[in-house]
């Protein structure tokens, strides 16, 4: 996964403590590396199925010829792998997640970084890091700013569909890689518990420092 690289410029009203600095520099790493491990663990998915069917195709155009004189192990063959294609998607995401290292699939070029930061007040944060992990961050914090300006609309809206509906509306590279999921045969509470942990609830962690005043709204 080699994505392009972009910045975000995050405005403050208040830098904070120490502790309350560092807590904000971690949880946005943690957002950050875990919206990137998302994306990665989802297209490594998608290939891994192309690489399959490619080789099945493969396999059964060496079968069909065999097949001018069958033998009877060939029946078998062919029975074993409509089963192999039917138990491949049986994992649980959370179980296949449980066994990624997240620091060891970020490139070093893709890491976040800090670029620039400016501690006067009203002060700001600028990180360079991949572009989609930092743009689903982006979509996030500008649209609670939004939503907080307008508590009928949040209101609403939240009720409807929930925090998870909401940014799948919204973020065109969630949706895709939702739909992605379940194209693979996942089911709708395996992908739900998914994105709950590895985008919603680091978000959420932002949300947090956004009500606290450390994130305040975002320059371009």
């Not at 890091?129 to 939503?147: A, F, T, V, W």
């Not at 680091?202 to 994130?215: A, R, T, V």
């Amino acid at each position: 996964m080699e994505n392009e690289t972009s910045t975000l410029k995050v405005t403050a009203e208040r830098l904070g403590t120490i502790k309350e600095i560092k807590e904000l520099l971690t949880d946005f790493e943690n957002a950050y590396n875990s919206i990137y491990a998302f994306e990665f663990l989802v297209d490594t998915l998608s290939e891994d199925r192309e690489r399959r069917r490619k080789l099945i195709k493969e396999e059964f155009r060496y079968i069909e010829k065999k097949l001018e004189r069958p033998e009877p192990y060939w029946f078998d063959f062919l029975d074993n792998r409509y089963l192999f294609r039917n138990y491949e998607n049986s994992t649980n995401l959370l179980e296949i997640l449980n066994k990624i290292d997240i620091e060891k699939i970020i490139l070093p070029t893709e890491r976040l970084s800090i670029s620039r930061v400016n501690i006067q007040s009203p002060g700001f944060w600028e990180f360079l890091g991949s572009l989609n992990p930092l743009q689903q961050i982006r979509e996030y914090i500008k649209d609670r700013h939004e939503r907080k300006k307008d508590n009928r609309y949040r209101s609403r809206q939240e009720e409807e569909l929930g925090d998870l509906n909401i940014m799948k509306e919204k973020n065109n590279v969630l949706s895709q890689r939702i739909e992605i999921l379940r194209g693979l045969g996942y089911s709708e509470v395996q992908i739900r518990e998914l994105v709950i942990k590895m985008v919603i609830e680091p978000l959420n962690k932002l949300g947090e420092h956004q009500d606290k005043g450390q994130i305040e709204g975002l320059e371009n």
